[in-house]
């Protein structure tokens, strides 16, 4: 006898109208060999996708409204005086394992952060107890309207997951944010998690992440140019895997994702004493922080006024977080660490690998024609006490390559 084929994890995946919608049908496709995908569309969505290919995509029917298929009591049935019985699309929403809006509309992503329920998609993401994730797609201008901006606030504090949007080409002709993230790399990051999750419970994770910012006074800083992208991306694959999360991070634009704790620091120093302090209760520690290597000897405390001739500051060298984590480190304990260059790439990580020898060593490009600061994307050198040769990742979004880091830890 043949052994049943183990069930499927199920994505319940909402359809909204936004006009990327139509690449919902490529999205389930790429869904269904690892997962059963059950469509829901939305009363704009289905004025931008047609019901039946998206039906024909996932083998199942496309539910569109709260009362479908409902089972009405019999009559008779004691205290059943409500008119439904059973509704199944509700059902199901009790069982899913991921509640994936793809795309999300600023319409929908205002529903959520109201907790409307005024129709069958709202209803079920008010219902649904598992991990619910949106891929908004909208114009650049309604993506930073302080409307959306508030509300993409209120859904990242309350824990859900943001895949994209990513800048670029829209349909509407403009440039800027608000690119539906691809289906192959929502597909993927939907795999991860299913495949992942729950791997990593009961792992402590640190992980830094951003710039330093060094104050010269009041007003001005010594800072660099990283975006905090990939730090955050770590934390957010750690966290895909049901670790516990510490994310140690300066100042950035993103929107963190929901780490047990956010400890939120400016200086090089802060941030040591912030990963010193929950050093030995990490399992893991990642060390993706762009740190200053300097500061200004003596920040002056007022405004520094403008005087004829030039300025001299006086630096002085900032802790190396890194090393002294690599001084502490446990056996047990993995650690990596990043190596950002402008030149040189191989030879430079190498020797910087010599000098601070943790588990794993990511080197990536910076400054003009490298992709490793302010970007989606980036290419990776990574150095392994476990591999003989550095393992080279090609250009891909830091996400997925965040994911690729974690595999090898
Ligand atoms: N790092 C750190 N503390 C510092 C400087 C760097 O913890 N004061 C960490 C970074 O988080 C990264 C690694 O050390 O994991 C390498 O950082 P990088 O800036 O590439 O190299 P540096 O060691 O600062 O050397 P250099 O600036 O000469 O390239």
Known sequence: MSKPSPQKPRVLLGVTGSIAAYKAVELTQKLKPFAEVRPVLTHAGSRLVPEKALAKASGFPVWTSLFEGATPIPPGTPGGSHPLAVVPHIEYAKSADLVLVAPA??????????????????????????????????????????????????????????????????????????????????????????????????????????????????VRMITNRSSGKMGYALAQAALNRGAEVTLVTGPTRLIPPPVARLVQVETADEMHREVLRRLSASDVVVMAAAVSDYRITQASPIKIKKRKGGVTLRLEKNPDILADVLRRKKTLQTVVGFAAETDRLEENALAKWKRKPCDLLVANRVGKGGRGFDSDLNELLVFSLKHKRPIRFKKDLKSRLAEKILDLV
Request: aromatic share 8%; net charge neutral.
């Open 105 to 218: 509309s600023a319409d929908f992503l205002a529903k959520l952060a109201l907790g409307l329920a005024d129709d069958l998609l709202s209803t079920l993401c008010l219902y649904a107890t598992c991990p619910l994730w949106v891929a908004p797609a909208m114009n650049v201008k309604m993506w930073n309207h302080p409307a959306v901006v508030q509300n993409r606030e209120i859904l990242g504090k309350r824990g859900l997951r943001f895949l994209g949007p990513y800048s670029g080409h829209l349909a509407c002709g403009e440039v800027g944010d608000g690119r539906f993230a691809e289906p192959s790399e929502i597909a993927f990051q939907a795999q991860s998690y299913l495949n992942h999750r729950g791997q990593w419970r009961g792992r402590k994770v640190l992980v830094t992440a951003g710039p330093t910012q060094e104050p010269i006074d009041p």
